[in-house]
């Protein structure tokens, strides 16, 4: 009668329970892995702010060379050297670029594991509501068997006096 009493979706609770947390773990690991991204692309946008900024101070360089009527080898070696600096920034570009899409990537993973966590926990939720109900029931019932008992209980027990009178 024990086993009849103990509630039937126990080890599907238990694995589900086990579920969630293992989603939350994930979503934990996502995060970190986004927040790892995030600060690569930040270090990634600086790089190429200061090579932005060095080709802002060498076109100046160049604007002030041309405006002191230089020689025109010193100008022509400023270009060739602003031809690279621009290089160097595409490049830098293009890193950003990339690691935007990395970051979008990882975004798109916590978003993922966040719907799965969120899943499992109604889940769990549902089978807790499951259980409650469950119980309220197994009340119920054991309540009805104990009044079924008393009442056999209260019979016999009349029954018994009843014949003791009538010897």
């Not at 060095?54 to 360089?61: A, G, N, P, S, V």
């Not at 570009?93 to 935007?100: R, S």
């Not at 719907?115 to 309540?143: N, P, T």
Request: charged content about 50%; proline content about 1%.
């Amino acid at each position: 009668m024990n086993d009849k009493l103990k509630y039937p979706l126990e080890q599907v609770a238990l694995i589900k329970a086990k579920r969630l947390e293992e989603a939350e773990k994930i979503l934990k690991e996502k995060k970190k892995q986004l927040e790892q991204e995030e600060k690569k692309l930040k270090d990634l946008e600086k790089e190429k702010e200061k090579v932005r900024l060095h080709k802002e101070d060498k076109l100046q360089q160049l604007r002030d060379e041309l405006d002191s009527e230089s020689t025109t080898e010193k100008i022509q070696q400023m270009k060739r050297y602003l031809k690279e600096v621009q290089e160097k920034l595409k490049q830098k570009q293009v890193k950003v670029d990339a690691q935007e899409k990395v970051v979008k990537s990882a975004e798109d993973a916590v978003e993922v594991a966040r719907r799965d966590m969120l899943q499992k926990q109604q889940d769990v939720e549902k089978l807790s509501i499951h259980r409650q109900e469950w119980e309220k029931e197994k009340k119920a019932y054991l309540q009805h068997l104990e009044n079924l008992e008393t009442d056999e209980l209260g019979t016999t027990s009349f029954m018994r006096h009843r014949h003791e009178k009538n010897r």
